[in-house]
Each structure stands twice: as C-alpha cells, then as structure tokens.
C-alpha cells in the first residue's frame, strides 16, 4: 500500500470509527487506535435521539445546520451500514413528544415553537388531549406538548459495534487497547508514539479522542480546542408490555428513549466531574424524579442497568471537524450531546475533505482555528 | 454417629443457620441443605440494625421482649462466632438515631418517646442542635430526634458467611444447591426427598426455608404458618471521608447504616411482590428521596451496588420457633424484618429445645400451634 495514504485515528468513538470506516472504503491505510475499547467513551452510552429540531435552541443555528444535514444523511448511512454488516440499528423515525408539566414549561415550550415556525421545522403543537392520545403513559399534568416528527431515533451501541465491524470489513486495521501517547511532529507530520513505547509511520492523522485528546503530547499550542467531559448518568429500566412509552419524550427534567429490545432508556445529567465514571445518588434520584414527573409508570418498571458516559465538550458548544495548520493533522472532536446525529456528516465530511483536499462548505463553520 | 441424633436443617439463612451451629457444637450429626446459597433469600441482604427499641410498635410487646432477650445474647455471640473464624462482623453498640423531617413526625416521636419511657427502654429526646451535634450531615430541617443507645448493628453478610464457617469447623454438613423437594412423613417422620430423587433419613428435622418453606412437599396441612415474603430493596452508596453519618439514623422514609468497609446501605421498602428479585425505579426513588431528607449529602454519594431481599413474613408478624405436634419436626421461621436481631435467641433458644426437649420459656409465645 501507499505510505502516502497510510492514516492514524486516534480514538475509538463515533467521531473517529465513521470517518475511518469512509476513508478504509475509499481506499486508504487506516489504522484506529483505542486506548479501551471502542465506544466506551461517549458513543455507546448515548441514548440515540437524532433531534435537531427539538435540540434547537435560540443561538445555535449553525450546529442546527449541520444537525440537519446529518440527519438528511442518515437513512443512507443507516442502509450503507445495514449492507455492509446485517446488524440492526434499531433506527427509527418516530418523532419525538416535548411535554410541560407546568405552566411554566408550557411558557417555554410556546417560545420554542414560534421559534421553530419561524425556522420552517416540522413541529405540531399539541393540547393535554392530543398528547396522551400519542402517549397513554403521559402525566395526567401533561396539558401541552410539541410534537417534532421529524425526529428520529438509532441505538448508540450498536451502531458503534456496526461500525467497527464495517471497518474491518472494509480493509481497515482496529487496535483496541492501543493508547497513544504523543503525536510525533518534526519538520512535518512524522507519525504516532504508543505508550507501549513504539511508534509508527503514518501520512494523514486524525485526532478523535474526545475529551481525551488533549492528555496527547506533541501537539503544539493553538491546534486544539479545549475539550472537557460533561458527565451524563443514564438509568435503563424494562419498557414493559403495553410499552411505558412509543415515542422518545423529552421532558423538562429527563427524556425517555424506548428501544425495540424492550429497554427504556432515561437520562440524564449534565455534570462537570472531570472523568469519574461511577454514578451517584443524586444523579439518579433527578432523572428518576424527572421521568416519574412525565411519565409516572416508571415507578414499577424493573431496573436494567445504569451507566455514565462523557460527552466531549469544547467551549463554543460546539464540534471541531477538519485539516489544522500542521500538514496531515486533522481533528474530529468536541460533538457534545450531538456526537450520534453528527455520525454521518462528520463521517462523509470528515473523509471527502482528507481525501480531496477540499472542506465541504457545510463544514467550514468547524473547521479548526489552528 | 448415632443415628437418633442425626437431624437436617432445611434453609441457609440465620434462622436455619444458626441452630445448626450450636446443635453440631452440642455434638449432633447436623446437615443443612440450601437450594442457592446461605444468607442469599434475606440474611445476607438485611440492613442489620440491632434495634428492639428503635424498631419497636405499640401492639409488638412480646416481640420487644424476645428481641430485647436476643439483643442481650449478642455479645457472647459474636465473641463465639468471632473465636470459632476469625471473622470481623463490623458489630457495634453506638445506638441509633431516629429523626424526625417535620412536625408530623415530630408528633409521632414524641409518642414513640413516651412509650419508651412506659416500657423504660433507654432512649434520649433531643431537639435539632443535639442532633446536629452527633451527626453533623443531618439536615437542617430535624429540629427533633431521639437516640436509643441501646441500638447495635453488625454486617449481616459477614455474619453469614461466619456461620457458615464456624457450622462446618463444628463438624456441620453444609449443602449448598442441593434443593430439598419433600418432607418424608410416614407414621412418623421419615427424612427428606430431594429435587434430584435422593432421599436421606433424619431423625430431626428443621424447616428454616423463610417464604419458600411452604413449597415444601409432604408437610400436612395445619403444620406451617403461612410465611410470604415481603420485598425490601436496598441501595448501597459510598459512605465517604468524613462519612456522611456516623450512627444508624432512621428518618421517616429511609434509614442509613454506616459500614466500617466504607459503605452505606440505605434502605428499604417494604413491597408485596411475591419472589420479583428485581429493583424498581419507584423503590430506589422512594429510599432515595426518604435518605435525601434526612441526609441531603447523599445527593453526592456514588452509588456501590443496590439488591433486593424478601423478608419471611408471617400474618401475625411475629416468628414461629419451635416443635410441631409431629415428633421430631420444627420450625424457625418467619423473623420477617427482625431476623438478625433474633439470631442469637434462635439459635440458642431451638438448639436446646431440640437437645433437652425443653422450650425455653421466652421462646413459648412464639412456638408452632399445629
């Protein structure tokens, strides 16, 4: 194979395995290394909800942007995927239910739709009657709600777990716990130092480590952003039969993702801990509470499991894709809680830009400053 | 060995447990036969709380009496059960606090409080500055509590699995996984049939199998009381450095018993489910939202693990000990949630009974009427 052509991604989540999997099927020398194993950081502990447009909010319009565009892209990502591994995505394009519990939300939920009206989103507002139609499980104090159908839906885990077996299939090299140590830069682009005290040639390098990224030595000052982990908890409880609920709802304090394998996802916090993984009591106690407020039958639903996970988080709220200053060096960082809608556009974007030398104008807003 | 003192224990928890121990020290051939593990249906799981008198109600005086009497036995208890192992069972006599979160159970206290006064059981009134004083991470809103320093505590899996160890060095037959299917009876009693066909002769024989003891074959009608189990979850957090509470407390809703290993258990519910050995979202809710109020610092506590258990609970609630109008055949059963504490009592209490054919006079209210 070509040294020319011979690429490193550094890290194992959905903003490093998608544009690996691209790049290993137009051709090129992929090498994905993994400090853990793939997905364990914030890709497979995500719940999966593909919502632009009930994420929106008021100073985002760029990031609503690309999450559209992603979410345009992703029925083909989904069958390219399916194809490529015969694994079900649990994908779904339901819609999603945003309910008030009070007069207060309502107020909120109000505003949230003139101002997808004025953005021409798919949203429709619903009344108590309307919404529990939708949703039987509803709160009784559930008097307003949005419906956004343009919403969708695919499970975070295997997708990632589709994506590492598409890669390989594809000619691509997965080394799971593989940590890197240093990106190694001279005169120019050099390679990858292991912490095993190796170090390999490579052309091309992409950083996708998530908050991580910034513990790699030998990348100058300026090229990363600032990337820190805000914690999420997540609870799983048994959807039941009937179903607690069809649709994902999202309510003021927790949302709620059904899967076809009978789980109920409920989730979660928004924490600033550094990289403790281990849950907490309060965590769980506020999604709890913030579930039972919208959808009160989770109070016998059957605990499944929990987690935390870490969502890769740069200061402007936003995700850093494409080419730095230093010739070979790219970046796929900083998703947020966007990391699984992004998948596919970072995927093509990331990819079409590395292998053509050229930045898809949707792109450019997060092109790296450095 | 003789084979008229040769006798069978049927259940693993502390009301079988136990007696085996002391029989086999006394020189009987004792083989006790558990269908999962010992301690695993609500010994191993219970809270251990030492409390006749925190835990004591206004129609529960007999009970009191036989809890007071095993709470007075435990300290030679644990110095034999700690000689014959080795083992460290966490025991500690630093009494309890009960609190009270607002003026509603402040009334309900200030009964309780008159009440051990009648019965002079010792017990402490103090307002919230007290309180505040002895545990300094209660919450600002106890402005009352009272502290019964007669209350101990120990580790009951620890307990357990000591028993388990000081029966077998006494020369005790242990049989875990080997579920008993059968009580033999013919003119007189006969032995045990197992779920795997084997049958065994015994001369004694000890039904301890808690709320499974009635799916037990062969017992004639009028024989057992009817024992179900009443579900408890339990949550299990980091207790934390300074720990979060230094005594048991018990608030309205939840209690919390510090560990010296570093834990918290924070319990419990009390749930009609039958067997259901899953946790519910509402039963982690409601001990978490009940230790919040008395504790809000457990909002930050991680969370360790959290189990269910089934206390073995009779319709009068109290247990039933002793022999049954079939020669040769006993119970000890039914300790629903005051089975650690009466531990000690059972186990001597039965133990000569069966040996001297005499039932101690403190165990008489408790023995089987049929």
């Keep these: 194979m070509s040294t020319t052509r011979r690429i490193a991604i550094v890290g194992g989540g959905v903003a490093g395995l998608g544009p690996a999997w691209q ?58 995927l399916t194809d490529a591994t015969g694994a079900d995505l649990d994908y779904r394009r339901g819609g999603a239910l945003i309910v008030a519990v009070d007069r207060d939300d309502a107020e909120e939920l109000e505003q949230l739709y003139q101002y997808h009206q004025r953005l021409n989103l798919p949203v429709e507002r619903l009344i108590g009657r309307q919404a529990h139609r939708m949703e039987p499980g509803l709160s009784p ?140 009591a309060g965590g769980l106690l506020d999604i709890l509470e913030g579930a039972r407020e919208a959808v009160p039958g989770i109070y016998d639903a059957h605990i499944l499991d929990y987690w935390t996970g870490f969502r890769p988080t740069t200061l402007a709220n936003q995700p850093v894709i494409g080419p730095t200053s230093i010739d070979g060096l790219y970046l796929s960082v900083g998703h947020g809680r966007n990391g699984i809608l992004l998948t596919p556009i970072t995927a093509y974007g990331l990819a079409e830009t590395i292998d053509t030398n050229e930045l898809p104008s949707i792109l450019r807003p997060f092109a790296p400053s450095g």
């Design 23 to 80: 790049l290993a099927r137009r051709g090129w020398d992929v090498h994905l290394f993994e400090r853990d194993e793939i997905g364990c950081g914030a890709s497979g502990r995500a719940a999966g909800m593909l919502a632009p447009n009930s994420e929106v909010t008021f100073e985002e319009e760029q990031l609503l942007r690309l999450g559209q565009a992603s979410l345009k892209r992703y029925p083909r990502w989904v069958e390219e």
């Design 141 to 280: 104090s559930v008097h307003y709600a949005l419906f956004t159908p343009g919403d969708h839906q695919i499970d975070p885990a295997a997708m990632v777990e589709a994506l590492g077996e598409a890669f390989v299939a594809a000619g691509g090299h997965l080394h799971q716990h593989q940590p890197v140590a240093k990106v190694l830069i001279g005169d120019k682009l050099e390679g990858l130092g292991f912490e095993d005290g190796s170090t390999e040639y490579f052309s091309h390098i992409v950083i996708a480590a998530g908050p991580w990224s910034s513990q790699l030595e030998g990348i100058p000052d300026g090229i990363l952003p600032s990337i820190r982990p805000i914690r999420g908890q997540m609870l799983v409880v048994e959807l039941g039969e009937p179903p607690l609920v069809e649709h994902v709802v999202r309510a003021p304090d927790a949302y709620l993702v059904p899967r076809r394998d009978g789980r109920l996802l409920i989730g979660s916090t928004m924490e600033e801990r550094g990289f403790d993984p281990r849950p907490s």
